[in-house]
């Protein structure tokens, strides 16, 4: 069964604390992952795409690494404005489109 | 970019009465949107896809008579909550899916409509 796992669901950083997200997934045949940012009563903002594994993207203070088994979401430097939900999501092979989410992770960042 | 727009932002409703919820992609076009629902500090529940110019399909537990979707056009989704009852306030999103040649599409979410019945 395809499955997604974010971990933690919740963190408390301090201004300036850089931290990691983690998503692990077990996915019949990935057609890609995908990072988005959700703000309280918000719907999601799309942050990355992730293809194959060994793929980096980077924006701001974001960057978004892909393994087989696992993405991360690395927040280098984090301000205030950087407290959301981020929630990681993966397309499996069978080309339904359809995405499969995880709980996401509720990040909150302390001045 | 790629804009998604929803309308109504929120509605509130009397007990038994319809809603529709308009999704647009405003600069691209998009052969498939999705429609879903989320809870309170909960992740996002996929209703049903929608297909330009064909059926939707809805995922199991979804009621298709009480949520009518239709997909008009390529930039047009809607979702109609029929005969609306206080369990189905909720927060519904709408997205739709850019291609990328082959490779997974990326979803564009809309801002949500906050629905609330009376």
């Known amino acids: 069964e395809d499955q997604v796992t974010q971990s933690p669901e919740a963190l408390r950083l301090q201004e300036g604390e850089s931290s990691s997200l983690n998503c692990s997934y077990t996915?019949?045949?990935?057609?890609?992952l995908f990072w988005y940012r959700q703000d309280p009563g918000k719907g999601p903002e799309f942050l990355f795409t992730?293809?194959?594994a060994g793929e980096e993207k980077e924006k701001e203070r974001l960057k978004a690494t892909l393994t087989k088994k696992e993405s991360f979401l690395h927040i280098t430097a984090p301000k205030p404005e950087d407290s959301a939900t981020y929630l990681c999501?993966?397309?499996?092979?069978?080309?339904?489109?359809?995405?499969?989410f995880g709980q996401g992770t509720t990040l909150q960042v302390k001045p | 970019g790629a804009v998604v727009s929803q309308h109504p932002s929120r509605v509130i409703c009397k007990s038994g009465t319809s809603v529709k919820i308009e999704c647009r992609s405003l600069?691209?076009?998009?052969?498939?949107m999705f429609w879903y629902r989320q809870f309170p500090k909960q992740s996002l529940m996929l209703m049903a896809t929608?297909?330009?110019?064909?059926?939707?399909?809805?995922e199991q537990g979804v009621e298709k008579d009480k949520f009518l979707i239709n997909h008009a056009s390529l930039t047009l989704s809607t979702l109609t909550v029929t005969s609306a009852h206080p369990e189905d306030s909720s927060f519904y999103i709408c997205?739709?899916?850019?291609?990328?040649?082959?490779?997974?599409?990326?979803?564009?979410f809309g801002p949500g409509t906050r629905l609330t019945v009376l």
């Open positions: 600069d691209f076009q998009a052969t498939t």
């Open positions: 997205s739709a899916a850019r291609t990328s040649g082959g490779r997974g599409d990326t979803q564009y």
């Open positions: 999501a993966v397309q499996a092979g069978s080309n339904t489109g359809k995405l499969i």
């Open positions: 929608s297909n330009e110019g064909s059926k939707a399909t809805y």
């Open positions: 996915v019949s045949g990935l057609r890609g």
């Open positions: 992730l293809y194959s």
